[in-house]
């Protein structure tokens, strides 16, 4: 089973700052990882897949890099609104598995 | 629009049984394979099962395995989770998630709460 790390698990940040989120895989997943954002209460929204590329309607201050086992998820200038929890998910062995990260909480500094 | 809604969810005691349902519009939903993930309370989340379009590829978690069912019925744009000898642990709120040709969800319904408690 691949394990997805995800560190730091909690990133205080101020707003107008960058943001760098990392993401390890357990063994290569080669571009086959997303990126989701997940607000309390709500459910995950699908930021960034295939390791780069953005979803539809994702702010270009959203950019995702990487491949292989070592990812990052960067927000250029922090809004209110990006104040979450991150998840990656590899799905380079799907079917049958999909992992998530443990998850990256980015609050307020 | 696409648009994916839970239901089903609530209190059951373990041992118990519970069937989710998710209805989907804004798509050609039996051009799709769907997922359903959960997210126990506080917890990150969690990949319980897999469906294709037609049904004939059917994956789960070894977590779940043995004790749920996933099925869908095209014709009514329906996914369903059958939920049999639940546990505390599978307390969760059970999502489920589109499956696009390049990322395996990338629309999430808002998810329906399972507590599995005496």
């Known amino acids: 089973e691949i394990v997805m790390t995800q560190s730091p698990a909690t990133l205080s940040v101020s707003p107008g700052e960058r943001a760098t989120l990392s993401c390890r895989a357990s063994q290569s997943v080669s571009s086959n990882l997303a990126w989701y954002q997940q607000k309390p209460g709500q459910a995950p929204r699908l930021l960034i897949y295939?390791?780069?590329t953005r979803a539809t309607g994702i702010p270009a201050r959203f950019s995702g890099s990487g491949s292989g086992t070592e990812f990052t998820l960067t927000i250029s200038s922090l809004q209110s609104e990006d104040f979450a929890v991150y998840y990656c998910q590899q799905y380079n062995n799907w079917p049958p598995r999909l992992t998530f990260g443990g998850g990256t909480k980015v609050e307020i500094k | 629009e696409v648009q994916l809604v839970e239901s089903g969810g609530g209190l059951v005691k373990p041992g118990g049984s519970l069937r989710l349902s998710c209805a989907a519009s804004g798509f050609t939903f039996s051009s799709y394979s769907m997922n359903w993930v959960r997210q126990a309370p506080g917890k990150g989340l969690e990949w319980v099962s897999s469906?294709?379009?037609?049904?004939?590829?059917?994956y789960y978690a070894d977590s779940v395995k043995g004790r749920f069912t996933i099925s869908r019925d095209n014709a009514k744009n329906s996914l369903y989770l059958q939920m049999n000898s639940l546990r505390a642990e599978d307390t969760a709120v059970y999502y489920c998630a589109r499956v696009a040709p390049v990322v395996t969800a990338d629309y999430w319904g808002q998810g329906t709460l399972v507590t599995v408690s005496s």
């Open positions: 295939g390791a780069s």
């Open positions: 469906i294709s379009s037609s049904s004939s590829y059917i």
